[in-house]
T-cell receptor
Framework: GAVVSQHPSWVICKSGTSVKIECRSL??????MFWYRQFPKQSLMLMAT?????????EQGVEKDKFLINHASLTLSTLTVTSAHPEDSSFYIC?????????????FGPGTRLTVL | AQSVAQPEDQVNVAEGNPLTVKCTYS??????LFWYVQYPNRGLQFLLK??????LVKGSYGFEAEFNKSQTSFHLKKPSALVSDSALYFC???????????FGGGTRVLVKP
C-alpha cells in the first residue's frame, strides 16, 4: 500500500513553454503533498507543501508564480512549471502523507525528469 | 530547527564487506529519524525509522540503524554489502509538528564487486 505515482516520468520541452507534472496517491488519501527539486548528485530541496483545497505553502526562494501548485483532490496534486527555461531543468519529486499525526511519514513518487531546451 | 548531517559524500566498499553510512542529528525533544535510499533516476524508498524504544532498528533490504543518544548519531549499517546496494542514501528528520522532512546532504554508496 501507500503508492504514489508521477506523470510523466520524463519530459523535454522548449524554452518558454509550460509543463504540468501530476502526482497521485493511488491507494490512500493524501492530507498533504510535497514537491521537491533535486539537482544532480545533490539532496532534495523542498519547494512547497500543499494541502487539499488550500493554497500551497512555498519555501523561501521558490517563485510561486513560476511553480504553480494545485491540490485539487485528496489524491491529486499538480506542479506546473510556467515559461520554463533551461535552468528549470531538474528532477522533480513529489511525496504524500496520509496522517499529520505521523511525524515525517511521506511516500515518494518515482520522480519526473524535466529537460528544457 | 531540526537538522541532520551526513559527513561523507561517498562511501566505497567491497561487496561482502560491512557497510556504514553516517548520520548525526540536532533536534529538540525526542528525535524521530529516517533513512531513505534513492536508486538512479528514481524517487526515494523508505528504509527504516527510529521513533522510540530499541536503539537498533531493523529495516528493509537487510539494513539496520543504531540510534546513539550520547553521540547524537543514527548510522545506517549493513553487515554484508551487495553491488545492488549502490545508491544514494539520505538521513532525514521531521519538523517538530506535521510531516515536513529535512534531509541530509546524501551519501553516495558504491559497492564494488
Amino acid at each position: 500500500g501507500a503508492v504514489v505515482s508521477q506523470h510523466p516520468s520524463w519530459v523535454i520541452c522548449k524554452s518558454g513553454t509550460s509543463v504540468k507534472i501530476e502526482c497521485r496517491s493511488l491507494d490512500f488519501q493524501a492530507t498533504t503533498m510535497f514537491w521537491y527539486r533535486q539537482f544532480p548528485k545533490q539532496s532534495l530541496m523542498l519547494m512547497a507543501t500543499s494541502n487539499e483545497g488550500s493554497k500551497a505553502t512555498y519555501e523561501q526562494g521558490v517563485e510561486k508564480d513560476k511553480f504553480l501548485i494545485n491540490h485539487a483532490s485528496l489524491t491529486l496534486s499538480t506542479l506546473t512549471v510556467t515559461s520554463a527555461h533551461p535552468e528549470d531543468s531538474s528532477f522533480y519529486i513529489c511525496s504524500a502523507s496520509r496522517d499529520r499525526r505521523l511525524l515525517g511519514e511521506q511516500f515518494f513518487g518515482p520522480g519526473t525528469r524535466l529537460t528544457v531546451l | 530547527a531540526q537538522s541532520v548531517a551526513q559527513p561523507e559524500d561517498q562511501v566505497n566498499v567491497a561487496e561482502g564487506n560491512p557497510l556504514t553510512v553516517k548520520c548525526t542529528y540536532s533536534v529538540s525533544g525526542n528525535p524521530y529519524l529516517f533513512w531513505y535510499v534513492q536508486y538512479p533516476n528514481r524517487g526515494l524508498q523508505f528504509l527504516l525509522k527510529y521513533i522510540t524504544g530499541d536503539n537498533l532498528v531493523k529495516g528493509s533490504y537487510g539494513f539496520e540503524a543504531e540510534f546513539n543518544k550520547s553521540q547524537t548519531s543514527f548510522h545506517l549499517k549493513k553487515p554484508s554489502a551487495l553491488v545492488s546496494d549502490s545508491a544514494l542514501y539520505f538521513c532525514a528528520v521531521p519538523e517538530a509538528a506535521g510531516n515536513k522532512l529535512t534531509f541530509g546532504g546524501g551519501t553516495r554508496v558504491l559497492v564494488k564487486p
